[in-house]
């Protein structure tokens, strides 16, 4: 099966109401890198849902990186409580807020190297932030994108920085931007980690895990 097909057929079998916590901040015309990046990090192990509402409640108190810097750690923890690890994610944002404060101006950086020398940043939120901030081609490859890929046989890897080289040479650079959203939205509604839903699917024909486990 062809890249876009792939992602046209993934769009396809999704419903108008499917978002992703990322894809909503990315698009909030107040929104930036910033927001993003701190979104990004409050949603590791953190359900879109609880993500999007405590980046709101923060956003809604506290305004930009110089506040969130100067903000005290347990007002930060309440306003995002709710996501996994607030005590800790609040102390977190915190110190990536002075870094950019201090070391950058204020600004999110655009390079992958800077944003991994940043606390709380690893490949994922790197590429989660290139893309949903800065509208740049990278693939964020978390657990569904990571999924996804070896079930329909795109990929065969154990570790997700090896799926995105492969995801990389597979799909079209002018893709890439695409991925990430319709992979998580296709992972939470279809291809689910337990109980993937295989009758729907619009991809099985082609793909390794059905024609594993039900031919």
Known sequence: MEPKEILAKMAGALGEDSWTALSEIGSEDHSGPFKVLIGTILSHRTR??????????????IKGVNELAEADPEEVARLIRGVGFYNVK?????????????????????????????????RKTANCVLVYGFKIDAIPVDTHVHRISNRLGIAHTKEPDETEEVLKAFFPRKLWKEVNDLFVRYGKAICRPVGP???????????????????
């Open 48 to 61: 879109d849902e609880r993500t999007a509402e405590a980046t709101d409640r923060l956003f809604g108190k």
């Open 90 to 122: 609040s102390r977190r944002i915190i110190e990536v807020s002075r870094i950019l404060r201090d070391r950058y101006g204020g600004k999110v950086p655009k390079s992958m190297k800077e944003l991994l020398n940043l606390p709380s940043v690893g």
């Open 197 to 215: 839903k295989c009758g729907v699917c619009p991809l099985r024909e082609g793909c390794e895990y059905y024609m594993k486990i039900h031919c």
